[in-house]
């Protein structure tokens, strides 16, 4: 493995990144702190792992074959997959006026989602997979995937119009691909939450999944791909072809997002708030309902992951150090 390959797995405080070798497959984990928002360290870090992946795949040889097919993103908070923009920083930058700092955070989101959304002008599929709940730029976030997996139990959804305000990162583009402008429109303006069941029905979610043995389903998804991937990867081509997304295109309209905010009166932010502690509730909940603790390590087993991986805390691991590997599989937890 070349020092390029490595660097992907390495650095970070509020992501998580591993590697599946059997299906040439980097998972990378969300782990937001203090809250399952997009902090600023965090798109930051979402960018730079963007990055390495592309600088890997420069520093290819000739014939080289790559290590890397699919980009896998997810999250480690049980019950949340992203909740999106921090809405505590937007009602301060709002209040301040601070036009600059928030296009600048737009700036970063639109960032990740273009990359995203055009597969990183690589031989690479981008893979969302949402558990829990999805909002804002969350699900702006999962939307620009190029394949949408969901389970059962997931919900998503805009809820900015309830601030009086629209989802600004992505959303309204990479909806209208998919639906059209009518529905997209319909459901930006509604603030609804949908049901993963509802959003595979409109042809949003691409494979819909139980809530149980989610990397087993995963897994086969991404073998049923990886076995006809050259005429996938030649139908995404033809679609970015055919309706291509610009960068020009979300960075228009994250500065329309941007003079939006700065004309939120005081009711507005005043439901800006309210949501902003419906959503601390909620983790409250999520917090009581499961045991915070690293996902990843539910959905790999020892024969399945090639060292150096990166653990929940950012540190770099170069083997296996459990002394009983399935002590997690035991008990209440199994």
Request: glycine share 8%; with cysteine; hydrophobic share 40%.
């Amino acid at each position: 493995m070349t020092p390029e390959f490595y660097k992907i797995f390495s650095d970070y405080q509020e992501i998580a990144v591993r590697y599946d070798e059997p299906h040439k497959a980097v998972w990378c984990y969300f782990n937001p702190k203090p809250k399952p928002c997009f902090s600023i360290t965090m798109l930051r870090e979402l960018r730079e792992m963007q990055q390495r992946i592309i600088n890997y795949f420069n520093a290819l040889k000739n014939e080289e074959e790559a290590r890397i097919r699919y980009l896998v993103v997810c999250s480690q908070v049980p019950g949340i997959y992203n909740l999106g923009g921090d809405l505590s920083l937007f009602t301060q930058l709002i209040k301040e006026k601070k036009k600059k700092q928030l296009l600048d955070y737009g700036m970063h989101c639109i960032d990740n989602v273009y990359l995203n959304a055009v597969n990183m002008h690589l031989p690479v599929t981008t893979v969302s997979l949402v558990e829990g709940i999805a909002l804002g730029g969350g699900f702006e976030t999962a939307l620009s995937g190029n394949i949408l997996i969901a389970t059962e139990d997931a919900e998503m959804g805009f809820p900015e119009i309830r601030f009086n305000l629209f989802p600004g990162m992505g959303a309204y583009s990479l909806l209208a691909r998919l639906v059209g402008t009518v529905t997209t429109e319909r459901m930006i303006s509604s603030g609804a939450i949908y049901s993963a069941g509802e959003l595979h029905r409109m042809g949003i979610v691409s494979h819909l999944i139980g809530s149980e043995n989610i990397r087993e389903s995963v897994e086969k998804i991404l073998r049923r791909h990886g076995r006809s991937g050259n005429g996938f990867r030649a139908i995404l081509q033809a679609r970015q072809r055919f309706n291509p997304i610009t960068y020009q295109e979300l960075e228009d309209i994250v500065r329309m997002w941007v003079d939006a905010a700065l004309r939120l009166k005081a009711r507005d932010l005043r439901m800006m708030d309210r949501l902003i502690k419906a959503q601390q509730a909620k983790m409250r909940q999520q917090e009581k309902k499961y045991l915070l603790r690293t996902k990843q390590d539910r959905r790999f087993t020892p024969g399945d992951v090639t060292f150096p991986l990166t653990d929940g805390s950012g540190n770099l691991i170069i083997a296996d150090r459990r002394r009983n590997n399935d002590r997690r599989r035991e008990g209440k937890f199994s």
